[in-house]
């Protein structure tokens, strides 16, 4: 299974649609947004382009996200799926923590306590992958609003994680 990851896209549509199409060239599975997604636009944009693939988008908020419950509840038959604020997801049989990274003891405590196989965030605009003991925390970068905007495809039966420059 194929990840695509991808965080702070700020509302920025056009960004945003590269991103899924350097996802879709991937071949991607599964689609997680770490948070400060920044419109209803951008969760158009990702349903749009996932949702005629069966391709499901895993979402949750950033410190800018401030949605309304339409938007929260996106859509039961859109494969678009609202975490909140933390999400925790098994797929391919990995457990896996999203969240966007503005709260350091949500996110450290989903690093360090031996759970997760994965911790996908964001928040920081800078791409980086480390591990701690068995856990793989992951940061895709940033869309919008980073001096080299990324996002990031992980292929879970081989744990092998590229990044993608995203430019419009």
């Given amino acids: 299974m194929k990840l ?11 960004r945003t649609r590269t991103a899924c199409a350097i996802l ?3 071949s991607v599975d599964a689609v997680l947004h ?12 990702l349903a749009t382009v996932f949702d005629p693939l069966g391709i499901t988008v ?6 800018v996200d401030h949605y309304s419950t339409d938007v929260t509840g996106f859509s039961a038959d859109v494969s678009i799926r609202m975490l909140g604020v933390y ?10 923590a999203i969240v ?11 690093a360090t306590c031996g759970t997760f196989d994965y911790v996908f965030t964001g928040h920081t605009h800078a791409a ?7 856990t793989r925390i992951i940061n895709p970068g940033a ?16 744990d092998t994680l590229q990044y993608f420059p995203v430019t419009s």
């Fill in 4 to 14: 695509g990851i991808l965080s702070d896209t700020h509302g920025h549509t056009d």
């Fill in 24 to 26: 879709i060239g991937e």
């Fill in 34 to 45: 770490c948070g400060d997604v920044g419109s209803e636009g951008v969760l158009i944009e």
């Fill in 58 to 63: 895993y979402v949750v908020q950033g410190n």
């Fill in 87 to 96: 999400g925790d997801i098994t797929l391919d049989d990995h457990r896996i």
């Fill in 100 to 110: 966007h990274g503005d709260d350091g003891r949500r996110r450290d405590y989903a």
């Fill in 128 to 134: 980086c992958d480390e591990r701690i003991g068995d």
């Fill in 143 to 158: 869309v919008y609003r980073a001096a080299e905007p990324s996002i990031a495809v992980l292929d879970l039966a081989t």
